[in-house]
């Protein structure tokens, strides 16, 4: 199983940027998504989620109103738009797989970086 997030990258405040996470080695359709991030000397928070279908969603209050998550399962992607980006967004962000929503999320990507210039 492989998740590969990307779209990271420099903005600066009030900007938008995408993520995207690509996944392969898993049927895609039967795994729940989220994402999460670290920011430095920070732990890792939750941020975002979305069940199979991608008709159920949730989000972190932090991030409420200006970031959505969405899949494209024919595609194996799930993405990440985040709005209004504010410099508290900084952090490396990962893409997470679980297989069923009381089950630890069991596969994560390798990272990437949303830096946020005020």
């Known amino acids: 199983v492989q998740l590969q997030a990307f779209g990271g990258g420099l903005a600066q405040a009030g900007d938008s940027l995408r993520l995207s996470c690509a996944a392969s080695?898993?049927?895609?359709?039967?795994?729940?998504m989220g994402w999460f991030r670290q920011a430095p000397g920070k732990e890792r928070e939750f941020v975002a989620n979305?069940?199979?279908?991608?008709?159920?969603?949730d989000y972190a209050d932090s991030v409420k109103g200006r970031f959505a998550i969405s899949r494209d399962n024919a595609k194996k992607m799930v993405f990440l738009q985040m709005n209004d980006l504010k410099p508290e967004d900084t952090a490396v962000y990962y893409c997470?797989?679980?297989?069923?929503?009381?089950?630890?999320?069991?596969?994560w990507g390798q990272g990437t970086l949303v830096t946020v210039s005020s």
């Open positions: 080695g898993l049927t895609f359709s039967s795994y729940r």
């Open positions: 979305i069940d199979r279908g991608g008709g159920r969603t």
């Open positions: 997470a797989a679980r297989s069923i929503l009381s089950a630890p999320y069991a596969y």
